[in-house]
C-alpha cells in the first residue's frame, strides 16, 4: 500500500511511430497549455519523474526533459517532415541503385537540427543526458554488441557512462530505424568524459512501447511499489496490418521498399503486446490490492495507416487532426490524471 508521507510517481511514455509522433505532440501541446492556466512558468516535464521515450518518442521525451515548449515540438514535426523524409525515389535514383546497399534516407539532416534545436534550448551549449532535467529512459540496439540497451539519465548510483552521452546522439540512437535510416555511430568527447557508440539502432525493435521499461525502473531500480507509480502512456497510431498470402522473394519491393512494412509490423505488435502485458500487470496488481495508475492514449487507425515515412502536407494535416481528435476525447481525464499526485 502506498505509504502517507511518500508521493506518487509518474511515469510519461511515448512510443516510437515516426512522423506519427506529431500526434502525441498534438495532445502534449494541449495538455501543457491547459496546465499552465494554473501556474504559466511550469513546463510539462516538471509534471513527470520519469520519460521514457522511443525513436520518435525519444525525441520528443528528450526535448521535454529540456524544458521545450511542447507547441515547438508540434511546430518541429510540420516544418522538417519533407527533411526528414524526402520522397524515397530521389533517394533511389542516383548513383547505381543504392538502395540495395544503404538506408532509404540520410540521417544527416535530422541530427543536425536535433542538436540546433536542443543546443538552444540549453544556453547554445550541446546538452548531455546529464543536463536534462527530468529522469529519462531512451530504448536503442547496440548493433555493434548485439544487445539491447536503454539509455538514462543519472538517477541511480550505479549508472556511470549514459549521462555523458549528447542528448541528440541518443535521439538518434533511438530513432534510426533499419531500412529508413543507417545505424547510428558517435563520439563524444565533454567534461563528463568520452567515448563511443557503434551502430546503434532504433529501439523499436524491442520496445516500441516502452511503458514497461518505466514501471521496471521505478519498481525494480528506484524501489517503488506498484500502488505509488501512475503512467500516462501514450502512442502514435495503431494500423491493422493485413498479410498477403505468399512470401516470395519477387515480393521484395512490398515488404521493404518504399514502405518497409515489415518492419512497420514489428514496430505495431511490439506496442500491442507491451499494452497487454500493462493490463495484464495492472490485474495482477489489482488483485493483490496494490494497483497502479494506467492511461493509455492511442488512436486506431485501422487499415487506413499513415507510413511512419510520410511527409505531404495532407499526411501531416490528418495526423494533426488526429492529435486534435484524441485531445477532445481525453483532455480531461488526462488534466485529472495529472492532478492525481499528492
Known amino acids: 500500500m502506498k505509504e502517507e508521507n511518500k508521493k506518487s510517481f509518474r511515469i510519461l511514455s511515448i512510443d516510437g511511430g515516426g512522423i506519427r509522433g506529431l500526434i502525441p505532440a498534438v495532445v502534449l501541446a494541449e495538455v501543457e497549455k491547459h496546465l499552465q492556466k494554473d501556474n504559466s512558468d511550469k513546463r510539462l516535464h516538471e509534471h513527470f519523474d520519469l520519460i521514457c521515450g522511443t525513436s520518435t518518442g525519444a525525441i520528443l521525451g528528450i526535448a521535454i526533459a529540456l524544458g521545450i ?23 533511389v535514383i542516383p548513383r547505381k541503385a543504392r538502395v540495395f546497399v544503404t538506408s532509404i534516407y540520410s540521417n544527416k539532416k535530422l541530427r543536425r537540427k536535433l542538436e540546433e534545436i536542443f543546443k538552444a534550448a540549453n544556453n547554445d551549449v550541446t546538452p548531455t543526458l546529464y543536463d536534462l532535467k527530468t529522469n529519462v529512459c531512451v530504448p536503442s540496439f547496440n548493433g555493434n554488441t548485439g544487445s539491447i540497451n536503454v539509455l538514462k539519465t543519472k538517477h541511480h548510483k550505479d549508472y556511470l557512462r549514459d549521462f555523458m552521452l549528447p542528448a541528440h546522439e541518443v535521439a538518434l540512437s533511438s530513432a534510426s530505424a533499419p531500412i529508413y535510416f543507417p545505424p547510428h555511430s558517435f563520439s563524444f568527447n565533454n567534461e563528463h568524459g568520452s567515448g563511443s557508440n557503434v551502430n546503434m539502432i532504433d529501439g523499436g525493435i524491442f520496445a516500441n512501447n516502452p511503458t514497461l521499461i518505466g514501471l521496471l525502473e521505478a519498481t525494480d531500480k528506484l524501489g517503488y511499489d506498484f500502488g505509488e507509480i501512475e503512467i500516462l502512456s501514450l502512442g502514435t497510431g495503431r494500423g491493422k496490418h493485413i498479410i498477403k498470402s505468399h512470401w516470395l522473394p ?20 511490439q506496442s500491442q503486446i507491451t499494452e497487454q502485458y500493462l493490463l495484464f500487470l495492472k490485474r495482477f496488481s489489482q488483485r493483490h490490492g496494490n494497483d497502479f495508475g494506467y492511461m493509455r492514449v492511442q488512436y486506431d487507425l485501422g487499415s487506413d495507416t499513415i507510413d511512419l515515412n510520410a511527409s505531404s502536407k495532407t499526411d501531416i494535416r490528418r495526423l494533426e487532426g488526429i492529435g486534435n481528435e484524441l485531445t477532445k476525447q481525453n483532455l480531461n481525464e488526462i488534466l485529472q490524471f495529472l492532478k492525481i499526485k499528492q
Do not use: T
Open 250 to 269: 519477387k515480393q521484395f519491393f512490398y515488404w521493404f521498399i518504399p514502405k518497409p512494412r515489415l518492419l512497420d509490423i514489428i514496430l505495431d505488435s
Open 69 to 91: 515548449p511542447e507547441k515547438n515540438l508540434v511546430e518541429f514535426y510540420k516544418e522538417n517532415a519533407e527533411m526528414i523524409f524526402p520522397k524515397w525515389y530521389l533517394k
